[in-house]
């Protein structure tokens, strides 16, 4: 499947990530466009998307918000999943997961939402998130787990997969289904689909 890859990155570490979610996606065949938000025009060349976000201050970039907003439709037609990436941890990981998000997990249809821990480089912040991150107390350093973002990949590239063969299994059932001269139709049970993901 084509998949395209939207992430909203502000420092890097959310960007690595997808790069990540990508390489893992191309490893179980698909062919993946990591794109920035504000980069893409139309999803028609699109057979699924992944759509991912850095938080701060409790919500996606704005960039991830404008997207998701504006291919609302288009989304909804498609295979989707979201993730995010913060350094929120328990009790707080909610802010992971904001109001906003909850409210396109139910809009769009996504089959998931999972929240991977991000990356605070003190050095690279602007004096305005640095005040912000001292207030919060947020740990400096690299807290993402690449291997729970491939883990994560690899379960929506084998669900793709499966979303493939169930359209060649349709594919061969209509032919299989389409009388011929001196056959009988043929009816075909298609296979079920695979369960979504679990929303994170
Ligand atoms: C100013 C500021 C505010 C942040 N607010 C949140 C937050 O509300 N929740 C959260 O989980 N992480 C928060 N973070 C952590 C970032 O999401 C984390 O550093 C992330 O990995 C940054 O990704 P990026 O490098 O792709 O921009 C904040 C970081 C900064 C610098």
Redesign the pocket.
């Known amino acids: 499947m084509r998949v395209l890859l939207a992430v909203a990155?502000?420092?890097?570490?959310?960007?690595e990530i997808a790069d990540r979610i990508a390489t893992e996606l191309a490893g179980e065949g698909h062919v993946v466009d990591v794109v920035d938000p504000v980069d893409v025009d139309d999803l028609g060349p699109y057979d699924a998307v992944v759509l991912g976000s850095?938080?701060?201050?409790?919500?996606w970039l704005p960039e991830a918000r404008v997207f998701a907003r504006r291919f609302g439709s288009e989304l909804a037609g498609r295979p989707l999943w979201l993730f995010s990436?913060?350094?929120?941890t328990a009790p707080s990981a909610a802010?992971?997961a904001p109001a906003q998000l909850r409210e396109l997990l139910a809009r769009s249809g996504a089959r998931g939402h999972e929240s991977f821990a991000?990356?605070?480089d003190l050095a690279a912040?602007s004096r305005a998130?640095r005040a912000?991150?001292a207030a919060?107390r947020?740990p400096e350093g690299d807290q993402?787990d690449m291997g729970a973002v491939a883990s994560w990949a690899r379960r929506v590239g084998a669900e793709l997969a499966a979303d493939d063969a169930d359209v060649a299994d349709d594919a061969d059932a209509a032919d299989l289904a389409a009388p011929r001269p001196g056959l009988g139709s043929s009816p075909v049970t298609p296979l079920a689909r695979p369960a979504p993901l679990p929303t994170g």
Not at 9 to 15: C, D, E, L
Not at 54 to 59: K, M, N, P
């Open positions: 990155s502000r420092h890097g570490a959310t960007r850095a938080v701060y201050t409790g919500h990436s913060g350094l929120a802010t992971s991000g990356r605070l912040l998130e912000i991150i919060a947020a993402r």
